[in-house]
C-alpha cells in the first residue's frame, strides 16, 4: 500500500464548477498537508498549507483535513479553464520529507 | 526574483556518459532535494541535503550522486546513466528546519537516456 493514494483522474468538468481533489494516507504520524498545482511543462506550485485538521480557505480553493480519517481534500470553487493542470497531495512528518500523490489531472472545459 | 534555477532544461544523452544537472537557489534555503517525475508514480525524492555538507539518501538513490559543497547548489551526478533513469527531475528548496517545510520548485529537467 502507497503511503499517499489520489485519483489519477483525468477529471473533467464544465467551467463554473466545484471541483474536489482527495487523497488518503496511511501514517498517521503525518504533520502537514499541501496541495501543489503543476502546468504541463512546469515545476510543481504551492497553493495551500495547513497543519490541522479542518479547512483552510484562500480565495477560490479550500484545503481540508481529517486527520481522524487520514483524508485530505481540495476544493475549487467556480473553476476556470486556467485551473486545467494537474494537483498533487504532498503529506510531510516533521523534518521536510515530502511524500506525493501521483497526481490528479484537472481538466476545465469552457 | 526568489527562485530555484535548473540547467539544462532538456538533455539527451547516451548510456554510461556522466552527466551532471545543476540545481541552485537564491532564497538562502536549508533544505534541497531531488525528485524524479515519472507517470504514474508521481515525484519520488532521490536526495535531500539539509544544509552544506549533509546529505542523505532518499526513496531512489541509486544510480545518483549528489554534492552540496556550497548552501545555494545541489548538483545531481549521474555517473553511469541508463534507460531507466530517463524521466523528468526537479530539484526544489525549503527554509528547512523550523522555519518552514514548504518546498519550492525549480523548473524541471527532461532527460533522455538512449
Known amino acids: 500500500q502507497k503511503e499517499v493514494e489520489q485519483d489519477p483522474g483525468p477529471l473533467s468538468v464544465p467551467e463554473g464548477a466545484i471541483v474536489s481533489l482527495n487523497c488518503t494516507y496511511s501514517n498517521s504520524a503525518f504533520q502537514y498537508f499541501m496541495w501543489y498545482r503543476q502546468y504541463s511543462r512546469k515545476g510543481p506550485e504551492l497553493l495551500m498549507y495547513?497543519?490541522?485538521?479542518g479547512n483552510k480557505e484562500d480565495g477560490r480553493f479550500t484545503a481540508q483535513v481529517d486527520k481522524s480519517s487520514k483524508y485530505i481534500s481540495l476544493f475549487i470553487r467556480d473553476s476556470q479553464p486556467s485551473d486545467s493542470a494537474t494537483y498533487l497531495c504532498a503529506i510531510g512528518e516533521y523534518g521536510n520529507k515530502l511524500v506525493f500523490g501521483a497526481g490528479t489531472i484537472l481538466r476545465v472545459k469552457s | 526574483e526568489a527562485q530555484v534555477t535548473q540547467n539544462p532544461r532538456y538533455l539527451i544523452t547516451v548510456t554510461g556518459k556522466k552527466l551532471t544537472v545543476t540545481c541552485s537557489q537564491n532564497?538562502?534555503?536549508?533544505?534541497m532535494s531531488w525528485y524524479r517525475q515519472d507517470p504514474g508514480l508521481g515525484l519520488r525524492q532521490i536526495y535531500y541535503s539539509m544544509n552544506v555538507e549533509v546529505t542523505d539518501k532518499g526513496d531512489v538513490p541509486e544510480g545518483y550522486k549528489v554534492s552540496r559543497k556550497e548552501k545555494r547548489n545541489f548538483p545531481l551526478i549521474l555517473e553511469s546513466p541508463s534507460p531507466n533513469q530517463t524521466s523528468l527531475y526537479f530539484c526544489a528548496s525549503s527554509l528547512g528546519g523550523s522555519g518552514g517545510n514548504e518546498q519550492f520548485f525549480g523548473p524541471g529537467t527532461r532527460l533522455t537516456v538512449l
Open positions: 532564497m538562502n534555503h536549508e533544505y
Open positions: 495547513t497543519y490541522s485538521s
